[in-house]
């Protein structure tokens, strides 16, 4: 006897909230197709046993999905504790005394975000200036994958020849294709009929310089420096022309601090040294003009104290803008935190830690606990204390508890800078730490 198909009615899927919030975080995770999925999912654990039509089951609402296939899911769509706690709530698999703690945040977590609605806006009306705000949306959230799609798919809106140029050269960029990158940005440039593209122009090859330049920092650090340098020349330039554009503005605090942050560590590891001029062109005139006096501790004080102040001016820009102005949802989070952090690197120590304590307060997060300890070592350096130490080495178990993962990894990263001294100073702690489960 033939089984009767599966109902996929709406008043028979008793789990299409969660269904959806899992379909959701599936492409927000860059698995645009299930089959993707499945074999992330099989990477993860090689037994797991799914397969499309059940996990368009699952995704729909009718199935609920075996608790270690649920766990192995919450793996790779990195999950929080909060949303798998109500994920397992709402398929009625824990007490319902924990409802206090969950019940809202699957609810949040569904609503549409600014992204979302900047992909509704331009698919109900698409114009060159949707189509900008989602490309740029979309590059500051790390969505690779949807806005080369993105730029694939999308119409043109003016000069055809023109916007195919600098499609071509953002398609390179995104690919990884960095000399043919940067001669398609050229030509773009050369040939911009207005102002307003000439700026465009500008602002995507500033980022894509950005983002070459932190591809290399770890191996090659001068390099990665002059990537960042040559980037903030052309967001200057952006921001003279429109000097309240958060984005680019956003794009310019982050170059800051890494220039800032590079110079600090190469000189601290005996590594900074006068560039070739050829080879270096932006860090040999940055070199001359902040060691024209000399290279000394004052200044290269003045030098990493411009940079990380001129970041830190543009945080606050982007914050005191974006009721109007607003960024999407993970590049605000970023500028909300290191305007904090960088307060510490300007050594305003107390501003730095009433900014973080209170974005803590407000919502917990693993990255501001490494802030916060990383902020306990500059305190440290600046004037020893013991209890400075102990300090930092409570924030971060306290951040191992919420992502172990992402933190040994970055344990790891900063042994040789931001951690440096503790690593120096309690070798078995951070030991311990570093390889904590």
């Given amino acids: 006897m033939a089984k009767s198909p599966v109902s996929t009615d709406v008043n028979e899927r008793p789990f299409k909230a969660s269904g959806a919030f899992l379909r959701k975080k599936r492409k927000a995770a860059g698995y645009k197709t299930q089959k993707a999925y499945i074999q992330a999912l099989k990477k993860q654990a090689p037994g797991i046993s799914c397969s499309e039509p059940y996990i368009s089951l699952i995704e729909k609402g009718v199935k609920i999905p075996a608790l270690k296939l649920f766990n192995v899911m919450a793996e790779v769509l990195a999950l929080t504790s909060t949303e798998k706690g109500e994920l397992l709530l709402s398929y009625k698999r824990v007490p319902r005394d924990f409802e206090f703690a969950v019940r809202d945040n699957l609810k949040a977590a569904a609503r549409p975000t600014h992204t979302d609605q900047l992909r509704e806006t331009y698919e109900q009306s698409p114009s060159q200036e949707s189509y900008r705000e989602l490309l740029t949306a979309l590059v500051l959230q790390q969505r690779t994958e949807e806005a080369l799609q993105l730029l694939k798919e999308a119409p043109t809106f003016e000069d055809e020849v023109q916007e195919l140029q600098l499609r071509t050269a953002q398609i390179a960029s995104l690919s990884g294709n960095r000399e043919f990158a940067e ?68 794009e310019s605090a982050r170059c800051c601090y890494n220039v800032a942050d590079v110079i ?7 590594q900074l040294k006068k560039p070739a001029k050829s080879r270096f062109p932006h860090w040999w005139a940055c070199y001359q003009q902040a060691f024209a006096g000399g290279k000394n501790a004052e200044t290269l004080q003045a030098c990493v104290h411009g940079y990380f102040e001129q970041s830190r001016a543009h945080y606050a820009q982007v914050l005191s803008l974006a009721d109007q102005h607003p960024l999407p949802e993970k590049a605000m989070q970023e500028a909300i935190f290191f305007y904090g952090y960088v307060q510490g690197k300007l050594g305003n120590f107390q501003e730095a830690r009433i900014f973080l304590h209170s974005v803590m307060a407000l919502k917990p997060n693993w990255l ?35 992502n172990g993962a992402a933190l040994r990894q970055l344990i790891q990263d900063e042994q040789l800078r931001e951690l440096a001294m503790l690593w120096q100073q309690r070798p078995q702690e951070m030991e311990t730490l570093s390889h904590a489960r």
Avoid at 264 to 270: D, E, G, I, M, Y
């Fill in 368 to 402: 501001i606990l490494f802030m916060k300890a990383g902020l306990s070592m500059m305190e440290y350096e600046q004037a020893p204390d013991e209890a400075l130490l102990d300090q930092a080495l409570h924030y971060l178990k306290q951040a191992a508890e919420q």
């Fill in 183 to 250: 001669s398609a940005f050229a030509l773009a440039l050369q040939e911009a009929a207005s102002e307003t593209l000439r700026i465009d122009i500008l602002r995507y090859l500033g980022i894509h310089f950005f983002q070459q330049g932190l591809l290399v920092q770890e191996p090659q650090p001068v390099v990665a420096l002059e990537c960042y340098l040559e980037a903030l020349s052309h967001f200057e330039v952006c921001l003279t022309a429109r000097p309240l554009d958060t984005y680019i503005l956003d």
């Fill in 264 to 270: 600090f560590h190469l000189a601290r590891q005996q």
